[in-house]
Nanobody
Framework: QVQLVESGGGVVQAGGSLRLSCAAS????????MGWFRQAPGKEREFVAA????????YCTDSVNGRFTISRDNAKNTVYLQMNSLKPEDTAVYYC????????????????????WGQGTQVTVAS
């Protein structure tokens, strides 16, 4: 069983930055492909970013590409989401997700690709 705990959310002014962290336990972290999703009020959960086992392959959705960066530290069992140039439309609950994999090159961007989820952390961007 994998446990995921997000942190780092909060309230920030438009144009500001936040870094989210997700600490994983219960399984060797270097065997987990990781992703970030978000859910805004009244909307469905959507993909934000994904990273493969070694961290050398990443993928971000178009709306955050160039502003958000996903990274991981396998020694600290943690995945990060650096969010810069935040916009009010980035306001959402952000969720960390994990998938045990065996291929170091794979990342995943489908919600159904992930079997483990954190509880979420609120990000509010004020205009």
């Amino acid at each position: 069983q994998v446990q995921l705990v997000e942190s780092g959310g909060g309230v920030v002014q438009a144009g500001g930055s936040l870094r989210l962290s997700c600490a994983a336990s219960g399984r060797t972290f270097s065997t987990l492909a990781m992703g970030w999703f978000r859910q805004a009020p009244g909307k469905e959960r959507e993909f934000v970013a994904a990273i493969n086992l070694s961290g050398d392959r990443t993928y971000c959705t178009d709306s955050v590409n160039g502003r958000f960066t996903i990274s991981r530290d396998n020694a600290k069992n943690t995945v990060y989401l650096q969010m810069n140039s935040l916009k009010p439309e980035d306001t959402a609950v952000y969720y960390c997700a994990a998938r045990p994999v065996y291929s170091s090159r794979s990342y995943y961007y489908g919600e159904n690709d992930y079997g483990y989820w954190g509880q979420g952390t609120q990000v509010t961007v004020a205009s």
